[in-house]
Every structure is written in structure tokens, then in C-alpha cells.
């Protein structure tokens, strides 16, 4: 079992789904970063996700542009993310995964990426803009260092395309909730709960949802059918507004989303 997954089953032996929280690295700066990235794991959040920030964020919505904008303006380099995730992990004892487009991993050259996020003390990538197939070199490079490779699954994605993306990941399967780039939503789409009634039926043994979740009641309607829930741009939004004192408190209350009665331990 990987760290990703251990975090996982721990969460449901707690009697609730995992709450996933993401940040970028280096806003507003590279330590003010750290410090919000050990927040979120001190005030309820099971993984973090940490994003490099990358000068085409495709998938990335307004305030999470906006916020790695900021870092790259401030003089965001690679090496950045690998001091960024030894300072998080030696902290908190929480699992660190990157959310990373592409071509830097390509760039900087996909075996030294993860030799040096494995020395680090990450856990993993969530990488959003490239398929199995075409991820050999990551594949075999995760193989070896034990780090989870973590593919997407979308709502238009064939039941041979699923079969695929459960056969290569590890860690969980990120389930898109909706079509479109990340954000805040008032509601959250059927296909979210339909496509991991899919993943479940073609044997995919854990899938957390992402994109589009906001609010703690958002958090406990995916943790009904989901075992996870992926929060991004709510926890930008709240350190942008409010720094470490808000994205604590909105941590915490979105943390309060998790329990679920399909988790229920008995006790």
C-alpha cells in the first residue's frame, strides 16, 4: 500500500472520505507556500496536492492562474518545488503529491524529476495532461521509485479509456467532476457520481473527485459515493483574501464535509 492509499484507508477507518486540498507552490511566495501547505495538513486535509506553476495552465481556472502568475513573477524555478515538498514533509507526516502539467517533468527530465521529488519526500504525481499511453518513461520511472502515478478519468471517457487509466494508476483514480477548467461551482455535476459508478464497476478501488468543489456540503454529497474529494481553488481564494489565519479556518471547514454514513465504522 502507498502512502497516498495508506492516507486513503485511514480517512475510512476514521468513519469519513479523504479531503485532498490543493495549493500552489510559491504563492504568494515559496515560504509563505510551505507554511499554507503545513496548514492545510494541521487543520484536516489527508493529501496535499501541490502544483509547480507553469506558463500554460490549461486546466487552471482564473484564481489559481492568477495565483501562479504571481509565483512565476517572483522568480518560481523547478528547484523550488523539490525544496518546497522536503520542508512540507518534514513537518507534517502527510502525503505529498504534485500536480504537474507535462513538459517540465519532460524538461527537467523524467527520471531526475522523480529520483528528486523521491528525495524530497513526495508521494506521488497527478499529472493531468497526458495519457497512459504516452507516459512510458513516467510509468517506469514511478515503477521504480514506489512514487504513485496518478491519471484522470473525464465524464466522456470510453469504458476502454477507464480501463486504462485504472490499469495505470496508483494511489487513486482523479475523477473530473465536470467538463471545463478548475473553479468554484453552485452544484456539482450527475456525471461526477456516474462516472465513478463507472470506474467502481471496472474494478478502479479508489476514486477522489476534483474540480469544482467549494464548500463543505459539496465535499459531503461527493463523499457519499466518492473516497475522496479534491479542493483547489476555494483554499487559493482563502489565502489570497486572508492568508494563513483563513486558509486555516476554511480548511477546518471544509474538513467538516468528510464523515460520511458510507464510512460508518460502527463505533
Given at each position: 500500500m502507498t502512502r497516498v492509499e495508506a492516507a486513503i484507508a485511514r480517512a475510512q477507518s476514521e468513519g469519513r472520505g479523504a479531503f485532498i486540498g490543493y495549493l500552489p507552490v510559491g504563492f504568494p511566495d515559496l515560504e509563505?507556500?510551505?507554511?499554507?501547505?503545513?496548514?492545510?495538513?494541521?487543520?484536516?486535509?489527508?493529501?496535499?496536492?501541490?502544483?509547480?506553476?507553469?506558463?500554460?495552465?490549461?486546466?487552471?481556472?482564473?484564481?489559481?492562474?492568477?495565483?501562479?502568475?504571481?509565483?512565476?513573477?517572483?522568480?518560481?524555478?523547478?528547484?523550488?518545488?523539490?525544496?518546497?515538498?522536503?520542508?512540507?514533509?518534514d513537518q507534517v507526516d502527510v502525503p505529498v503529491v504534485v500536480m504537474t502539467y507535462w513538459n517540465p517533468v519532460l524538461q527537467y527530465g523524467v527520471d531526475r524529476y522523480a529520483d528528486d521529488l523521491l528525495a524530497a519526500g513526495g508521494a506521488g504525481l497527478i499529472t493531468p495532461d497526458i495519457t497512459p499511453e504516452a507516459a512510458g518513461e513516467w510509468i517506469a520511472a514511478s515503477e521504480r521509485t514506489g512514487l504513485d502515478r496518478i491519471f484522470l478519468a473525464a465524464p466522456t471517457s470510453t469504458d476502454e479509456r477507464l480501463d486504462l487509466v485504472i490499469s495505470s494508476s496508483t494511489g487513486f483514480v482523479y475523477t473530473v467532476s465536470t467538463m471545463g477548467i478548475t473553479g468554484e461551482r453552485t452544484a456539482l455535476d450527475q456525471a461526477a457520481r456516474t462516472l465513478v459508478d463507472r470506474l467502481r464497476a471496472r474494478g478502479a478501488a479508489r476514486a477522489c473527485v476534483g474540480i469544482g468543489i467549494s464548500t463543505a456540503e459539496q465535499i459531503a454529497g461527493v463523499i457519499d459515493y466518492a473516497d475522496g474529494a479534491i479542493v483547489g481553488t476555494a483554499l487559493v481564494r482563502a489565502l489570497r483574501d486572508g492568508g494563513l489565519d483563513r486558509l486555516a479556518e476554511t480548511t477546518r471547514a471544509l474538513a467538516g464535509g468528510t464523515p460520511s454514513a458510507r464510512f460508518d465504522t460502527g463505533n
Open positions: 509563505t507556500s510551505i507554511q499554507a501547505a503545513v496548514t492545510l495538513a494541521r487543520n484536516g486535509v489527508d493529501i496535499i496536492e501541490l502544483g509547480p506553476p507553469y506558463s500554460d495552465p490549461v486546466m487552471d481556472g482564473a484564481i489559481i492562474q492568477e495565483a501562479t502568475k504571481q509565483a512565476l513573477a517572483n522568480g518560481f524555478r523547478m528547484r523550488d518545488l523539490f525544496t518546497a515538498v522536503k520542508a512540507i514533509s
